[in-house]
């Protein structure tokens, strides 16, 4: 692709880069169709076009764009289409304005345990509902998460990830996946699985936490390889309360890690009791408003298990929660993306857009649409159904008082003029057992 303005399978226009990886440039694109950005990747192969090697490599990253287009979550980057370009197959994703977590690293020093955890938790939650979707990341690391300015995070690159039963060293004779974050028993060539993924996770968190990865940086790849496979990783001394955690996460037996869900369980405990300690040694924020940007366990009165009990019960509840999840997802799929309940206030209306369902939670996407003339600050409202809690917004300023949800305006998309929109978005998690019923919304003005 030669650049800016050119467009791309007759609806995609080029307009900035993001950035380049591993496999070509990312690029802002304006999806023409649908009046929305997008993100497009080139998935550049390397090798000459009409090589038969070429055409298997396009037709594997097609299969492979395909499995990371089935999984919607979230706090996973969505792939919306593939589509050739001069036959370059291209990757079209959902743009999230975001830098990546090495970038964060890089501009802001490392981060704290709550901030990792946080952060941590979101992405285990992608990868826990993929895994249980029988997907496996396989290139888990800093670059490959995406955090937005509000500390959204979601996991980018399922580009390389496959369905359940292929192996990593078979793409183009290379590996598949990051030397620094790779497991033990990834590097030693055996067949990747959940538990890898697991294990890079927790290189990741170590490595935004300690600033650098447990085996360190490589003097050469081999070299980096043979201590991945043979040493211990070096004992972290700043990641007190995750410590246990992330030694669980990269312990050399696969079958010793903690699952994604576990994992996700407890840096969820870990992110709550940070951003409680936070709001109560902080007069401004807001007490009324669950923390954000983490989703913790949907059980109230949840207690933090430790590691140690993580490993003993994990067998049983994988078995317990593949099932459920696999029944949830099947009655649940059907039913997004058309709009779900209109109602009007004072010279606005708020358009709710159910976007998104997984077992435990929904994403919804609200656009004010003024009545009347223009409007100057807008405040929408709702009544949570019962067992329903909002735990990320953004575009928007939440804020709670008992069931009622509201969201006002967030400054910059305060003034809607006429025949234009403000849209807000957020993240609702469901209790087990809670109706799926979509809220009534109300919209009002200052
Ligand atoms: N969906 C997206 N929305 C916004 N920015 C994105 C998106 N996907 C990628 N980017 C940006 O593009 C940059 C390059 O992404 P890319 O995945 O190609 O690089 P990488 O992860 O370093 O390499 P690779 O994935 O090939 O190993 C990222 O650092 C990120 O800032
Ligand atoms: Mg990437």
Same mark, same amino acid.
Request: net charge negative; with cysteine; hydrophobic share 35%.
């Given at each position: 692709?030669?650049? &800016? !303005?050119?467009?791309?399978?007759?609806?995609? %226009?080029?307009?900035?880069?993001? !950035?380049?990886?591993?496999?070509?440039?990312?690029?802002?694109?304006?999806?023409?169709? @649908?009046?929305?950005?997008?993100?497009?990747?080139?998935?550049?192969?390397?090798?000459?076009?009409?090589?038969?090697?070429?055409?298997?490599?396009?037709?594997?990253?097609?299969?492979?764009?395909?499995?990371?287009?089935?999984? %919607?979550?979230?706090?996973?980057?969505?792939?919306? =289409?593939?589509?050739?370009?001069?036959?370059?197959?291209?990757?079209?994703?959902?743009?999230?304005?975001?830098?990546?977590?090495?970038?964060?690293?890089?501009?802001?020093?490392?981060?704290? $345990?709550?901030?990792?955890?946080?952060?941590?938790?979101?992405?285990?939650?992608?990868?826990?509902?993929?895994?249980?979707?029988?997907?496996?990341?396989?290139?888990?690391?800093?670059?490959?998460?995406?955090?937005? &300015?509000?500390?959204?995070?979601?996991?980018?690159?399922?580009?390389?990830?496959?369905?359940?039963?292929?192996?990593?060293?078979? %793409?183009?004779?290379?590996?598949?996946?990051?030397?620094?974050?790779?497991?033990?028993?990834?590097?030693?060539?055996?067949?990747?699985?959940?538990?890898?993924?697991?294990?890079?996770? !927790?290189?990741?968190?170590?490595?935004?936490?300690?600033?650098?990865?447990?085996?360190?940086?490589? &003097?050469?790849?081999?070299?980096? @390889?043979?201590?991945?496979?043979?040493?211990? +990783?070096? +004992?972290?001394?700043?990641? =007190?309360?995750?410590? &246990? @955690?992330?030694?669980?996460?990269?312990?050399?037996? $696969?079958?010793?890690?903690?699952?994604?869900?576990?994992?996700?369980?407890?840096?969820?405990?870990?992110? =709550?009791?940070?951003?409680?300690?936070?709001?109560?040694?902080?007069?401004?924020?807001?007490?009324?408003?669950?923390?954000?940007?983490?989703?913790?366990?949907?059980?109230?009165? /949840?207690? /933090?298990?430790?590691?140690?009990?993580?490993?003993?019960?994990?067998?049983?509840?994988?078995?317990?929660?593949?099932?459920?999840?696999?029944?949830?997802?099947?009655?649940?799929?059907?039913?997004?993306?058309?709009?779900?309940?209109?109602?009007?206030?004072?010279?606005?209306?708020?358009?709710?857009?159910?976007?998104?369902?997984?077992?435990?939670?929904?994403?919804?996407?609200?656009?004010?649409? $003024?009545?009347?003339?223009?409007?100057?600050?807008?405040?929408?409202?709702?009544?949570?159904?019962?067992?329903?809690?909002?735990?990320?917004?953004?575009?928007?300023?939440?804020? /709670?008082?008992?069931?009622?949800?509201?969201?006002?305006?967030?400054?910059?998309?305060?003034?809607?003029?006429?025949?234009?929109?403000?849209?807000?978005?957020?993240?609702? /998690?469901? %209790?087990?057992?809670?109706?799926?019923?979509?809220?009534?919304?109300?919209?009002?003005?200052?």
């Amino acid at each position: 692709m030669s650049g &800016e !303005g050119e467009l791309v399978a007759g609806r995609y %226009r080029l307009s900035s880069s993001l !950035g380049r990886g591993g496999m070509g440039v990312v690029w802002c694109a304006h999806d023409e169709r @649908l009046d929305r950005l997008v993100a497009l990747k080139e998935l550049r192969t390397g090798l000459g076009t009409g090589d038969m090697a070429h055409e298997a490599a396009m037709a594997r990253a097609m299969k492979e764009a395909r499995v990371a287009a089935r999984l %919607r979550h979230p706090h996973a980057v969505t792939v919306h =289409d593939v589509v050739t370009h001069g036959h370059i197959p291209c990757l079209v994703m959902e743009f999230l304005p975001s830098r990546s977590l090495s970038a964060m690293v890089t501009d802001r020093g490392v981060l704290s $345990p709550g901030e990792a955890a946080s952060i941590g938790s979101q992405v285990a939650s992608a990868l826990a509902a993929a895994h249980e979707e029988g997907i496996v990341h396989r290139d888990v690391k800093p670059e490959n998460v995406l955090v937005t &300015e509000g500390g959204l995070a979601k996991i980018a690159d399922f580009g390389i990830s496959q369905a359940d039963g292929e192996d990593t060293f078979s %793409r183009h004779g290379t590996i598949a996946g990051t030397p620094a974050y790779l497991s033990p028993e990834v590097a030693d060539g055996a067949q990747v699985g959940p538990p890898s993924d697991v294990f890079s996770l !927790g290189a990741t968190l170590y490595s935004v936490i300690e600033g650098s990865p447990p085996f360190g940086e490589a &003097e050469s790849t081999i070299a980096l @390889l043979v201590r991945i496979v043979h040493a211990q +990783p070096t +004992p972290p001394r700043r990641s =007190d309360p995750l410590t &246990e @955690l992330l030694l669980a996460m990269l312990h050399r037996d $696969p079958g010793k890690r903690p699952t994604m869900r576990q994992v996700h369980e407890e840096l969820a405990a870990v992110a =709550d009791e940070h951003s409680a300690a936070e709001s109560s040694s902080s007069p401004s924020s807001p007490s009324s408003f669950p923390p954000r940007h983490t989703l913790s366990s949907p059980t109230k009165g /949840r207690t /933090r298990v430790s590691s140690r009990t993580v490993l003993t019960g994990f067998v049983a509840m994988t078995l317990v929660s593949v099932g459920m999840v696999f029944g949830a997802v099947l009655n649940t799929g059907g039913s997004s993306d058309s709009p779900v309940a209109l109602s009007t206030g004072s010279r606005c209306l708020a358009e709710l857009q159910v976007t998104n369902r997984w077992p435990g939670g929904y994403q919804g996407e609200v656009t004010v649409v $003024p009545e009347n003339g223009g409007i100057v600050g807008w405040k929408v409202h709702w009544e949570l159904p019962e067992g329903h809690t909002v735990s990320e917004v953004w575009n928007g300023t939440p804020s /709670r008082n008992g069931t009622t949800m509201y969201v006002h305006d967030a400054g910059w998309n305060a003034a809607v003029e006429q025949d234009t929109t403000a849209t807000f978005g957020f993240v609702a /998690r469901t %209790r087990p057992g809670a109706e799926p019923s979509d809220p009534t919304l109300n919209c009002g003005t200052n």
